[in-house]
């Protein structure tokens, strides 16, 4: 049998052209440059660099496994190199912002970039979709993965194909408490979706079929809880594998028709539709949003990633884009005002409490 293929999306914000717009072309050369060399080298098989808005997207293919030294530190160095060599002489906006650590230490989880991967066996055709979202947080993926792996309503194939009636289980963690729970659907749904309604909390990590398949994996890196600051929104990425006894690409791909209300947009504090869009327009604008998210299609053969096909360059998506834009002028009116402003929880690592500061000795009791 041959060895099991790795696919490794790793991302970080570091630095981007003006204010939080977008990756700078000469960002993408460069780190395009270096996975090339590792490619050359052997250390991978395959690469494709792109960008949602300010958000710089390595992924990766490769036989080492998750959690791989390895490809982890060509990761972190090449967002080391790029900042230095790029975001930095050009003075990009906040160079270097997702690289919290100073030295590589074998993972780069919990150093600030994130990290979405998935380790199978290569069928026979293996279609492997990646999404990434900017202006938003790892939970904003759960109302979309649950609705592909889980709602018969979105995905046909979990009613009419015997292969997929069974079901998945999906491991959920609480990034407050570092702990993670794996929850079967269709039998435990309403448990499921007890924990996952609180996206800033409980956060979708990987889902499985019940055979123990790999069907889909997210990053959930919560970036104010490693620093204890503000420090950007952790905009998160995903790797769904389709097809052939898991949804088919279209299943995958429907949730998206319904921008539904994510955390982030400006200054990562407040809600706003999750907009589907093409590669062109991955980069963000009005009120630094709104939050956006790409789709990129491959098929795999022996690693190598073919492709991409840019699955939301596609009039298909046109109305989802319309009704993101009016929920965004609808939600924008409201200015200051929750629920468009996040709650009280979610501010605490904002620039708010600092403001709040200020007004502590005027309170006077009454
Ligand atoms: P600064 O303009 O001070 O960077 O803050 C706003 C912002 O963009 C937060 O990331
Ligand atoms: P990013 O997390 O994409 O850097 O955005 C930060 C921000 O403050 C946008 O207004
Ligand atoms: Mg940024
Ligand atoms: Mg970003």
Known sequence: MAEKITVSLIKADIGSLAGHHVVHPK??????EILEKAKNKGL??????FNCGDDLQLLMTHRKGESNPEIHELAWNTFKEVTEKVSKPLKLYAAGQDLLGEAFSGNVRGMGPGVAEMEFEERASDPVLVFAADKTEPGAWNYILFKIFADPFNTAGLVIDPSLHQGFDFHVLDVQEGKEVK?????????????IGTPGRYVISKIY???GLPAAAASTSRLS?????YVGKDDP????????????????L??????????????GSHHGPLMPVPLKYAKCTRF???PRVVGLGFQLHDGVLEGPADLFDDPAFDKARAIANDLADYLRRHGPFMPHRLGPDEMEYTTLPAVLEKLKDRFKHV
């Open 288 to 290: 630094d949003g709104p």
């Open 254 to 267: 429907e949730p998206f028709a319904y921008p539904h209300i994510v955390a982030g947009w400006m200054r």
């Open 225 to 229: 809880l490693i620093a204890g600051r």
């Open 27 to 32: 960002q993408l050369e460069m780190a395009r």
């Open 183 to 195: 929850i079967g659907c269709p039998e435990e749904m309403y448990d499921l979706l007890a924990l």
């Open 44 to 49: 991978i098989i395959d690469y494709y660099v």
């Open 237 to 252: 990425i995903c790797i769904v594998r389709a097809q052939h006894g898991l949804p088919a690409v279209g299943e995958v």
């Open 209 to 211: 079929r019940k055979d």
